[in-house]
Nanobody, 119 residues
Framework: VQLVESGGGLVQAGGSLRLSCRAS????????MAWYRQAAGEQRELVAT???????TYADSVKGRFTISRDNAKNTVYLQMNSLKPEDTAVYSC??????????????WGQGTPVTVSS
């Protein structure tokens, strides 16, 4: 199982970007998905989560500016980022939980996509 991210880049403060993360086809059921970010010299931070049914949570720092969504038919999760700030600069990675057929689950990470917000 692999996660492939896209959509990062350089944007001016106040601008927008949309990240995508697509999971490869597999026999495992795709459950919760999430976006994390890690700025240089900082610890990784949970940005947003979404369940298979569409329930979402957000870090306080991005509430009202970022929107997480998913398309289960495409095994894809999105992160729409608006009103970007320089402090949003980081490498953004998606994480997905897959259910094993006979119980339990495992997690897979994407390779990360860099986002740079200039002031």
């Amino acid at each position: 199982v692999q996660l492939v991210e896209s959509g990062g880049g350089l944007v001016q403060a106040g601008g927008s970007l949309r990240l995508s993360c697509r999971a490869s086809e597999s026999i495992f059921r795709l459950n919760n998905m999430a976006w994390y970010r890690q700025a240089a010299g900082e610890q990784r931070e949970l940005v947003a989560t979404i369940t298979r049914g569409g329930s979402t949570t957000y870090a306080d720092s991005v509430k009202g500016r970022f929107t997480i969504s998913r398309d289960n038919a495409k095994n894809t999760v999105y992160l729409q980022m608006n009103s970007l700030k320089p402090e949003d600069t980081a490498v953004y990675s998606c994480n997905a939980e897959f259910a094993k057929p006979f119980g339990g689950s495992f997690f897979v990470w994407g390779q990360g996509t860099p986002v740079t917000v200039s002031s």
